[in-house]
Structure formats: C-alpha cells, structure tokens
C-alpha cells in the first residue's frame, strides 16, 4: 500500500503562484508514474501534469503546459506542482496520485494507471 498526502493549499491572488506538495509513504517500490488531478464544485474530475519517473512528463491539461510544472524528489518520495499565473477557473481541490508505470510506456499518459490517491488540498483562487 502506498500513502499519499497533499499539503500546500490556500487562498492565492489572480496572477499568483502557489506550489503544492505531496509526500508518499509506504511500499513505493513499484511506483513509477506520479500526477496531479484537480476537480472543482460541479465538475468532473480532471488531469492536469503526470510524470513518470523524474523526467517523462505527460500534460493532462493543455493550459498547464505554459504554466505548471511537475517534479518529484526520489530522496524525499516527495512530488510538486508548481502553478504559476493561476486564474479563478483554477480553483479546485487538487489531488495527488501513484501508480506502476504503464505497459511499454516510461510515459503516464493512461490516467488508468493511478491506483492510489490522496485526499487533495484546496486551492482558491481569487481576489
């Protein structure tokens, strides 16, 4: 079993930037893939970064990808998501997720492969 815990949320200005965390315990041997979803009030649950390993990046989102980053410290089993020029339609809860890399692929762009998930952090964005 894995643990995942998000922290780093809060209320942020239009235009800001926030960084969030998330630290994983527990058996992470077979972890390969990592990735950020989001899901705000009446809305469907989205991806928004995933990366396999430390430098296959996967942009769920289109919008992040001149925005956020994704990184990961094997050291710490620690993952981030730096957002940066956040906007109002950012808000959401934000998820962390782990699973095993996916058949064939060092790259996590079947978001089937996330089998553990944290319980998200709030981000609010707004002025």
């Known amino acids: 079993q894995v643990q995942l815990v998000e922290s780093g949320g809060g209320s942020v200005q239009p235009g800001g930037s926030q960084t969030l965390s998330c630290a994983m315990s527990?058996?992470?041997?077979?972890?390969?893939?990592m990735g950020w979803f989001r899901q705000a009030p009446g809305k469907e649950r989205e991806g928004v970064l995933g990366?396999?390993?430390?430098?296959?990046?996967?942009y769920y989102l289109a919008s992040a990808k001149s925005r956020f980053t994704i990184s990961r410290d094997n050291a710490t089993n620690t993952l981030y998501l730096r957002m940066d020029t956040l906007n109002p339609e950012d808000s959401a809860k934000y998820y962390c997720?782990?699973?095993?890399?996916?058949?064939?692929?060092?790259?996590?762009?079947?978001?089937?492969?996330?089998?553990?998930w944290g319980q998200g952090t709030q981000v609010t964005v707004s002025s």
């Open positions: 527990g058996d992470t041997r077979s972890i390969h893939c």
């Open positions: 990366l396999g390993g430390l430098i296959f990046t996967t």
């Open positions: 997720a782990a699973g095993p890399p996916w058949p064939g692929s060092p790259y996590c762009d079947n978001e089937l492969v996330y089998r553990y």
